[in-house]
C-alpha cells in the first residue's frame, strides 16, 4: 500500500504553486489523483453541490464521515482534507478533538479543517496536540456567513492579518484564504511561515483550490474566479438525452445482446 502525503511534506510546500480540488466520492477523487493532485479536499460544501442544501449549515458529521471515506478509497496517496462541519467543533476544545478523532478514525481524513482565525486558535491548538494536523480556513467563512450575514468580500486587513498570525501560532499547517483581495492574500502568503490555499483570493497564494463540478462545468452557475475546464453538465445531459431517446424509440438495449444467468449472478 502506498503511503500517503502528510501534513509536514504540504507544508513542506510553502513558496511553491500546488494544485487542491475538492471530491465527496470514490470516482471523482480518483480522478484527481490520476490528474496529478495530491491535495483532496473533501468540503462541507458537499451540502449544497452533492446534497442538495442551499447551504452548509445543515450537514453533519456523519455526512462528512462518509464522504471523506468515499474519497479516501478511491485513493492510494493523496492527503485527503475534511472539513469539520458546522456545530462540531465550536462550543469546546473536547468536542473539537472529538469531532476530529472521528473524522480520522472513521473517515480516514489524513488532516481536518476549520473555519476561523484567532476566534479558532484554541480548537486548532487542542486539536494539534492530540496529533491531529489541521488546516485553517480565513477570510468569507461559508459556515457563519449562511446563517445570515451573507457572502461578502473581507477587506480587514488587521483583522485577517490577526487570523493569519493566529492560526499558524497556534499549528496549523497551512490555511485557506476564501474571498480575501487580492493584495492582502499577497501579503498574508509573504509573512506567513505556513502555505496558503487561495480560493478567490487571487495569484499570489501557494496553492489554489476550487469546487471540482465548477471546474468541470457540472453546475450551469459558477463563482466569477472559477474557470470552466470543461462542460461536462451539457454533456451528460446530452447522453442522458440520448438514451432516453433509445428507450422510446425502443433502440435500447440492441436485440444482439443476450445476457444468461448461471446461478452465481449475470455474465455476457
Do not use: W
Not at 89 to 107: F, I, M, P, Q, W
Not at 145 to 171: I, M, P, Q, T, Y
Not at 175 to 186: I, N, R, Y
Amino acid at each position: 500500500m502506498s503511503r500517503r502525503i502528510g501534513a509536514a511534506e504540504i507544508a513542506a510546500r510553502k513558496g511553491a504553486a500546488f494544485p487542491v480540488v475538492t471530491a465527496y466520492d470514490a470516482p471523482f477523487a480518483r480522478c484527481a489523483e490520476e490528474a496529478g493532485i495530491d491535495v483532496i479536499l473533501v468540503g462541507d460544501s458537499l451540502g449544497m453541490v452533492v446534497l442538495g442544501y442551499d447551504s452548509t449549515a445543515p450537514v453533519e458529521l456523519n455526512d462528512m464521515i462518509r464522504h471523506c471515506g468515499a474519497a479516501v478509497r478511491g485513493t492510494q496517496r493523496a492527503h485527503v482534507i475534511a472539513d469539520l462541519p458546522f456545530g462540531t467543533y465550536e462550543a469546546s476544545d473536547e468536542l473539537a478533538v472529538a469531532s476530529a478523532t472521528e473524522l480520522v478514525k472513521r473517515g480516514r481524513a489524513s488532516s481536518v479543517k476549520l473555519e476561523g482565525g484567532v476566534n479558532a486558535a484554541a480548537r486548532i491548538r487542542a486539536i494539534v496536540r492530540s496529533g491531529i494536523p489541521v488546516c485553517a480556513h480565513i477570510g468569507v467563512l461559508p459556515q457563519t456567513a449562511s446563517l445570515g450575514s451573507g457572502f461578502r468580500l473581507k477587506r480587514e486587513r488587521e483583522r485577517l492579518v490577526r487570523d493569519a498570525d493566529a492560526v499558524a501560532e497556534a499549528g496549523a499547517f497551512a490555511v485557506v484564504l476564501e474571498m480575501v483581495e487580492d493584495t492582502l492574500a499577497a501579503e498574508i502568503t509573504q509573512r506567513s511561515p505556513i502555505p496558503t490555499i487561495g480560493i478567490g483570493a487571487g495569484p499570489s497564494c501557494d496553492g489554489q483550490v476550487l469546487v471540482l463540478h465548477d471546474l468541470l462545468g457540472l453546475y450551469p452557475d459558477a463563482p466569477p474566479f472559477a474557470k470552466r475546464y470543461a462542460n461536462l453538465g451539457e454533456a451528460a445531459t446530452g447522453a442522458l438525452r440520448a438514451y432516453a431517446d433509445d428507450v422510446r424509440a425502443h433502440a435500447f438495449p440492441p436485440a444482439r445482446v443476450k445476457i444468461a444467468h448461471d446461478g452465481n449472478g449475470y455474465r455476457p
